[in-house]
């Protein structure tokens, strides 16, 4: 029984993070591309516009995302949610922010 209630628990997928707040994440100190959050798990990141994004243990990943040519593509990359609400992305802190981003 112990052997069944294990196998179970280790086929179950691990829990997916909450996708941060809808908004606009403006990076600090640095001159990258700001990061974009829509209701309905649509993220705009590293100049992609991920659709069916899914956050777990610091990773952001999709299986449709969108750049220039058009094609859908999968990405995977590093995101972490920091505890005030902020993003961590590559080593750049974002902070959410209304209206746009300062220069």
Known sequence: MRALILSLLLATPAAADPIPAPG???PVGRDVTAIVVEPGGVVGIDSLECHGVRLAAGRL??????????RPVPYDTELFVLPGGGLLHDGVRYRRQAGRCPE
């Open 24 to 26: 606009l994440y403006c």
């Open 61 to 70: 990943s999709s299986r449709r995302c969108y750049g220039n040519g058009g």
